[in-house]
């Protein structure tokens, strides 16, 4: 099966042991309660996440999953469903680089792979301040976690690097500049300085910010450095 609940994370017995070792330090991380975000949080103990995960050498799960995901929202009721998708981890503990790069062939071999045409009205150049990832037709917010975050101990999610998407569709009443997406915003922001003991990346803003890359978020560094150079996301229509 292409997509699991939390349920199937717990009981299923063909899944194999990394995932089981990964899933439990995912749960044990996401339901502390000093955890600074409010969704993940909330969404675990409910069990309205749902995972998949690809090994080293297959990725062709992924595609299917989220096509799975993504079917959720099709009808009621409306869950602020998150995915979180667990990447067999390096034999040995890859760099911060090292993670970076595979997280967006990742999310390139997904492109390659989805066959619905990009929406006309968004922009297809990652460096267009309106760009956002798409898959069947929908935005995603695509983010990175990985054990090379020593910092940044939010993004540090176990010894896998974990993919969340998160639909925009979720986001309705919590957009950029509307008072329940500011107001929750700076409340996990500030919860999320207090765990990492850093201040805000400089690169997170929101969606629609026409001083922001979005793709920037994606993957932030471990550090108070704004990213630099291109992204390497590339739409098959133009590489």
């Known amino acids: 099966m292409a997509l699991l609940t939390?349920?199937?994370?717990?009981?299923?017995?063909?899944?194999?042991?990394?995932l089981k070792q990964e899933y439990e330090t995912f749960h044990q991380t996401v339901t502390d309660p000093t955890f600074p975000c409010y969704f993940g949080m909330n969404g675990e103990r409910k069990g309205e996440l749902r995972y998949a995960y690809i090994t080293q050498k297959d990725w062709s799960n992924l595609p299917h999953a989220l096509e799975n995901f993504l079917a959720l929202f099709q009808k009621p009721p409306f869950i602020r469903h998150g995915l979180f998708v667990f990447v067999e981890p390096f034999e040995r503990e890859g760099s911060l680089e090292q993670y970076r790069t595979q997280f967006w062939d990742i999310l390139q071999y997904v492109h390659e792979q989805d066959d619905k045409e990009w929406p006309t009205e968004?922009?297809?150049?990652?460096e267009h301040?309106?760009?956002?990832?798409?898959?069947?037709?929908?935005?995603?917010?695509?983010?990175?976690?990985?054990?090379?975050?020593?910092q940044r101990k939010t993004r540090h999610l176990g010894n896998s690097m974990v993919l969340g998407f998160q639909p925009r569709k979720i986001f309705e009443g919590l957009k950029g500049t509307e008072k329940g997406g500011i107001m929750s915003r700076e409340k996990v922001r500030e919860r999320v300085e207090k765990w990492d003991q850093l201040p805000k990346h400089p690169d997170i803003s929101h969606f629609g910010d026409p001083d922001h890359n979005e793709w920037k978020q994606f993957f932030i560094g471990d550090d108070i450095e704004p990213i630099k150079g291109k992204c390497p996301f590339h739409h098959k229509e133009e590489t």
């Open 122 to 126: 968004s922009p297809k150049n990652p």
């Open 129 to 150: 301040f309106l760009w956002d990832f798409h898959f069947n037709g929908e935005p995603i917010f695509v983010f990175g976690n990985a054990p090379a975050y020593k």
């Open 6 to 18: 939390k349920e199937e994370m717990n009981t299923r017995e063909d899944l194999p042991d990394w």
